[in-house]
């Protein structure tokens, strides 16, 4: 079975400093997807960054990046220059190829505070 | 990508009661999916929604409990039947279709609270 775990139940970071969250996942599927999803106050769910297994470049989005580990199945996400509008929960998931591609699978999800 | 309203935004309904939430999306998609976040805990899917065919129900949910509705490509419904204080969640629907593939676009969600 595919799993994604997230060990830091809540992270908090003062502003403009950096911060890296932690995720690790479990597959035996060689094409899949990862993603970071963001879920501030108001709930709505947002896409942080996107990651395809088989690029081994990490993917960057302005202030977010992703540091991908395939052989050690990790996926960590570093917010640079944290900003408060970065306060959220902060959720890792994984897709893969096979099968019902809109089904993630989600981990237990980050509390990040973001303090001035 | 997609924009999607889901109504309620909340409720709070009576143990025993049945309460139906909607998805409108603003373009037709071929599959809709439903989630349930339970408090404090992480999303997991319920079931996935296409157009002109029974929808498919993930392990741990049944339609019974969850009977959804899926009449055309922009919109669906999900009910939650005879609520439990279990029942307490926030329900999610999305699309694909994003900024990529496999990208996943959500509602902003039904917080439902069961008395």
């Known amino acids: 079975a595919q799993t994604v775990t997230q060990s830091q139940p809540e992270m908090s970071v003062q502003e403009a400093e950096t911060v890296t969250l932690s995720c690790t996942y479990d597959?035996?599927?060689?094409?899949?997807?990862l993603f970071w999803y963001k879920q501030p106050p108001s709930r709505q769910m947002i896409l942080v960054i996107r990651?395809?297994?088989?690029?081994?470049q990490n993917a960057t989005e302005n202030r977010f990046s992703v540091n991908f580990q395939k052989a050690a199945k990790s996926f960590s996400l570093k917010i640079s220059d944290s900003q408060l509008g970065d306060t959220a929960m902060y959720f890792c998931?994984?897709?893969?190829?096979?099968?019902?591609?809109?089904?993630?699978?989600f981990g237990q999800g980050t509390t990040l505070q973001v303090k001035p | 990508s997609a924009v999607i309203s889901q109504k309620p935004s909340r409720d709070i309904c009576q143990r025993g009661t049945s309460l139906t939430i909607q998805c409108q999306v603003d373009s037709q998609v071929t599959m809709m999916f439903w989630y349930r976040q339970q408090p404090g805990q992480s999303l997991t899917l319920i079931a996935t929604a296409n157009q002109g065919s029974e929808a498919t129900y993930e392990s741990g949910f049944v339609i019974d409990k969850f009977p959804i509705s899926r009449p055309n490509l922009t919109f669906s419904t999900l009910t939650v039947s005879n609520m439990s204080p279990e029942d307490s969640s926030i329900y999610l629907c999305?699309?694909?279709?994003?900024?990529?593939?496999?990208?996943?676009?959500f509602g902003a969600g039904s917080r439902l609270t069961v008395l």
């Open positions: 999305s699309v694909g279709g994003g900024s990529g593939a496999n990208v996943l676009t």
């Open positions: 998931a994984f897709t893969g190829l096979s099968g019902n591609t809109g089904k993630l699978i």
């Open positions: 597959t035996s599927e060689n094409n899949y997807y």
């Open positions: 990651q395809e297994a088989y690029k081994q």
